[in-house]
T-cell receptor, first 113, second 111 residues
Framework: DTAVSQTPKYLVTQMGNDKSIKCEQN?????MYWYKQDSKKFLKIMFS???????INETVPNRFSPKSPDKAHLNLHINSLELGDSAVYFC????????????FGAGTRLSVL | DQQVKQNSPSLSVQEGRISILNCDYT??????FLWYKKYPAEGPTFLIS?????DKNEDGRFTVFLNKSAKHLSLHIVPSQPGDSAVYFC??????????FGSGTKLNVKP
């Protein structure tokens, strides 16, 4: 029973399309995150939500819009996909903000052609 | 501008020997440092952490050392086992709020 699950695992799409990546955690955590692992392998925070409220919003293009319908879900919607959006996206959750262990999903590999 | 750097992309060690993974950072205001381990096709999993006010934390075969003056931390694994082969990410927590990750070091422990 996966603690943090992301779907899909792989996503291949054309430039200009709109796509969504879903994330769900069954740990009862309050805080969820989206990270992007770029071509140089750095994991960079994109968004952080605490109890459905946006806490951290890094300098991410506003084509990326996170949506948290409840505290167990944090979905990532991307409009007008660009080549540079190709990356692995990781969802994570933690019990609370701050120094709490983050539990990561397995990642979604997005390829924009 | 990467605030956490892992300058060795890979490391190969013989089983039973010590593995030393290094991490450098630029921001002296980081509160905590963590190591995560990642197997292929899985997300990173937490391994060990250290507060910025300490210089060593040990958990079984894993020890993390922090040298604040050098802005350097290292993860020691001894003895190394083939199951330790994975990518290791160093991470730093700023303002008890935001995590910065390095680019990872791929460890290969040879039987």
């Amino acid at each position: 029973d996966t603690a943090v699950s992301q779907t899909p695992k792989y996503l291949v799409t054309q430039m200009g399309n709109d796509k969504s990546i879903k994330c769900e955690q069954n740990l009862g955590h309050d805080t969820m995150y989206w990270y992007k692992q770029d071509s140089k392998k750095f994991l960079k925070i994109m968004f952080s939500y605490n109890n459905k409220e946006l806490i951290i919003n890094e300098t991410v293009p506003n084509r990326f819009s996170p949506k948290s319908p409840d505290k167990a879900h944090l979905n990532l919607h991307i409009n007008s996909l660009e080549l540079g959006d190709s990356a692995v996206y990781f969802c994570a959750s933690s019990q609370q903000q701050g120094l709490n262990i983050q539990y990561f999903g397995a990642g979604t590999r997005l390829s924009v052609l | 501008d990467q605030q956490v750097k892992q300058n060795s992309p890979s490391l190969s060690v013989q089983e039973g020997r010590i593995s030393i993974l290094n991490c450098d950072y630029t921001n002296s205001m980081f509160d905590y440092f963590l190591w995560y381990k990642k197997y292929p096709a899985e997300g990173p999993t937490f391994l060990i952490s250290i507060s910025s006010i300490k210089d060593k934390n040990e958990d079984g075969r894993f020890t993390v050392f922090l040298n604040k003056s050098a802005k350097h931390l290292s993860l020691h694994i001894v003895p190394s086992q083939p199951g330790d082969s994975a990518v290791y990410f160093c991470a730093a927590l700023y303002n008890f709020n935001k995590f910065y990750f390095g680019s990872g070091t791929k460890l290969n422990v040879k039987p």
